[in-house]
């Protein structure tokens, strides 16, 4: 396991090649069956909002410590604000799924809006909270 190692990747749209990066540093970070997947999608879904809405591009860092993962996803313009995560999606319209996944799946998440731009960072622990 890998831990207090930062990597970084452009978004652009070769979303593929980003899934790929992401999980092996997952797995790296120790990662495995349903956390992994469960990262890989949400650095998908925060990247294609990126490519979407943000138009500019970004780039996704993620890095690991003795708890979890944390990615933060910059988005160049900073189309995204705190109060898009207490949105409910509109599954007619198809807006807001995405984001919706993501906090249903992170144990954390919050965006912050820094000079001109957003930062949404995820986290994950590396075993998922007990559910009642």
Same mark, same amino acid.
């Given at each position: 396991?890998i831990?207090?190692?930062?990597?970084?990747?452009?978004?652009?749209?070769?979303?593929?090649?980003?899934?790929?990066?992401?999980?092996?540093?997952?797995?790296?970070?120790?990662?495995?069956?349903?956390?992994?997947?469960?990262?890989?999608?949400?650095?998908?879904?925060?990247?294609?909002?990126?490519?979407?809405?943000?138009g500019?591009?970004?780039?996704?860092?993620?890095?690991?410590?003795?708890?979890? %993962? =944390?990615? *933060?996803? #910059?988005?160049?313009?900073?189309? &995204?604000?705190?109060?898009?995560?207490?949105?409910? !999606?509109?599954? @007619?319209?198809g807006?807001?799924?995405?984001?919706?996944?993501?906090?249903?799946l992170?144990?954390? %998440? =919050?965006? *912050?809006? #820094?000079?001109?731009?957003?930062? &949404?960072?995820?986290?994950?622990?590396?075993?998922? !909270?007990?559910? @009642?």
């Open positions: 396991m831990s207090e190692f930062r990597l970084q990747w452009p978004i652009t749209r070769d979303l593929a090649t980003l899934r790929e990066c992401v999980h092996a540093f997952g797995f790296g970070a120790g990662l495995t069956g349903q956390r992994l997947q469960d990262l890989v999608f949400v650095a998908n879904e925060a990247a294609t909002n990126v490519l979407q809405h943000g500019a591009g970004g780039a996704l860092i993620a890095w690991s410590d003795d708890v979890g %993962v =944390s990615l *933060e996803v #910059v988005d160049a313009v900073g189309a &995204l604000s705190e109060a898009d995560l207490s949105l409910e !999606p509109d599954l @007619a319209a807006h807001g799924v995405g984001l919706w996944l993501i906090r249903r992170c144990d954390e %998440v =919050s965006i *912050e809006g #820094v000079a001109g731009s957003a930062r &949404l960072r995820l986290r994950l622990r590396r075993q998922a !909270p007990a559910t @009642a």
